[in-house]
């Protein structure tokens, strides 16, 4: 991946020459942000995910932020811009979170995201690692919002940036918005910008009262968690205790003690950063994977969750 330069500007520090250029602009930092991403956002992001793609030093975060969302995180390989962010963040009490990487690497890391922006910086992928991206993508992101720019056709070992070819790569998905370039006349800092909202085929939000878990017997174990017990001191230790060790012959009590250190880690992974990846289900709500991950969240206070149906 070709590297990043710091360019946003924060509120609050000193402006660059750069800086004094865009901060009237259509197409730069704000401007951006109101004319490319913002029109395809909900009014509130209240019980929502929102990441940024080569978030630099995390302006969209804290936009985003500001609009409700619950969970904010961003993903960049440049040091400088997210040290830069993450103090502005801290001096001014903000929530969001970065990931330092490629962003070819991330989607393993990051939460499964109700609305991903890639602005300006999917063409900074090669070709076959941006298909793989998009390939995982489907089954992280519920939105995709590409901001891309006219530029001249570039090496073909690279994404492209034209307008054509982004829509050839999200072809499996729903083009749900497009914004055509603005006029540029008077602009302080002009350039050719268009904006695409599309829909993943394979992810939907619904509310967690809609889904039938099958049973109950986790229901008070991760209040007793809350509550300092150790987990062999739960109802739930001693319910799958005996099922596991005394109806069954597979497993022994290392299993047993595997399989609660994983419950309680994932616990407390979902509490830092959310769901990793949709809850299964199918066609009359019922989950096939993801049970522990649903009770986790509905204890949590989540309302709805984004699932994958099959």
């Not at 009237?24 to 109101?34: D, H, L, R, V």
């Not at 909900?42 to 929102?50: A, I, K, S």
């Not at 800092?189 to 268009?194: A, N, Q, V, W």
């Not at 522990?292 to 309302?303: P, S, V």
Request: glycine content about 6%.
């Amino acid at each position: 991946m070709k590297p990043f330069e710091t360019y946003q500007y924060l509120a609050g520090e000193e402006m660059t020459p750069r800086d004094k250029t865009e901060v009237g602009s259509k197409f730069w930092n704000e401007g951006k942000w109101n004319n490319f991403v913002r029109p395809f956002l909900p009014e509130r992001g209240d019980g929502l995910t929102f990441g940024d793609m080569g978030c630099n030093a995390g302006l969209f975060l804290s936009f985003a932020e500001e609009m409700g969302f619950s969970n904010v995180y961003g993903v960049d390989s440049n040091r400088e811009a997210v040290e830069r962010g993450q103090d502005w963040a801290r001096s001014n009490n903000k929530r969001y979170s970065f990931f330092l990487m490629k962003m070819e690497d991330s989607l393993k890391y990051v939460p499964v995201t109700d609305y991903v922006v890639l602005a300006n910086a999917h063409y900074y992928f090669k070709i076959d690692d941006w298909l793989r991206f998009l390939d995982k993508l489907r089954t992280k992101a519920r939105f995709c919002i590409v901001v891309t720019t006219k530029k001249r056709p570039g090496n073909r070992c690279w994404a492209q940036a034209d307008v054509e070819n982004v829509r050839r790569y999200f072809k499996d998905w729903e083009e749900v918005g497009f914004i055509d370039a603005l006029p540029v006349e008077g602009d302080p800092r002009p350039r050719h910008l268009y904006g695409f909202n599309f829909k993943s085929p394979l992810l939907e939000r619904v509310k967690i009262s809609d889904l039938d878990s099958g049973n109950h017997v986790q229901d008070k174990f991760y209040r007793e968690i809350d509550g300092g017990n150790h987990y062999t001191m739960t109802k739930y230790y001693h319910i799958i205790r005996k099922y596991r060790l005394e109806d069954r012959k597979d497993w022994d009590e290392a299993k047993l003690k595997k399989f609660f250190e994983d419950r309680v880690a994932l616990y407390n992974d979902i509490q830092d950063m959310g769901l990793k990846d949709p809850i299964i289900v199918d066609s009359s709500n019922k989950i096939l994977d993801g049970n522990h991950r649903c009770q986790m969240l509905k204890h949590l206070g989540h309302e709805s969750v984004i699932v994958r149906r099959v």
